[in-house]
């Protein structure tokens, strides 16, 4: 009911910036969270950064804190991720997903969630 396109990725220098953007179509599920995870090559797949639909509460793991800002643009049905002091750490697969409905004592960085974009690249070189 709900399909992503994330755009954005391609290469940054060290210190650099990008934004990633993860467009929905569908339904706009209104107690959702949508989320983006990263996968580097040889690593398991890790939390990013997570944001109730309605409200924007946001959440992030702690390796981005602080550099990473998730937001969301309702009238688009777009949220997107501002990389902001790019390490050469950040650099891998960058996945958004939604849980369509977020209840208390969901683990927003775990999961389940049930749907997820095809993932854009992001290459970051010192």
């Known amino acids: 009911q709900v399909q992503l396109v994330e755009s954005g990725g391609g290469l940054a220098q060290a210190g650099g910036s990008l934004r990633l953007s993860c467009a929905a179509s569908?339904?706009?599920?209104?107690?959702?969270?949508r989320g983006w995870f990263r996968q580097a090559p040889g690593k398991e797949r890790e939390f990013v950064a997570a944001?109730?639909?309605?409200?924007?509460?946001?959440w992030y793991a702690d390796s981005v804190k602080g550099r990473f800002t998730i937001v969301r643009d309702t009238g688009k049905n777009t949220m997107y991720l501002q990389m902001n002091s790019l390490e050469p750490e950040d650099t891998a697969v960058y996945y958004c997903?939604?849980?369509?409905?977020?209840?208390?004592?969901?683990?927003?960085?775990?999961?389940?969630?049930?749907?997820w974009g095809q993932g854009t690249h992001v290459s970051v070189s010192s």
């Open positions: 569908g339904h706009t599920f209104s107690n959702s969270v």
């Open positions: 944001i109730r639909w309605s409200g924007g509460r946001t």
């Open positions: 997903a939604v849980k369509a409905v977020y209840y208390s004592g969901y683990d927003l960085s775990r999961g389940p969630y049930e749907y």
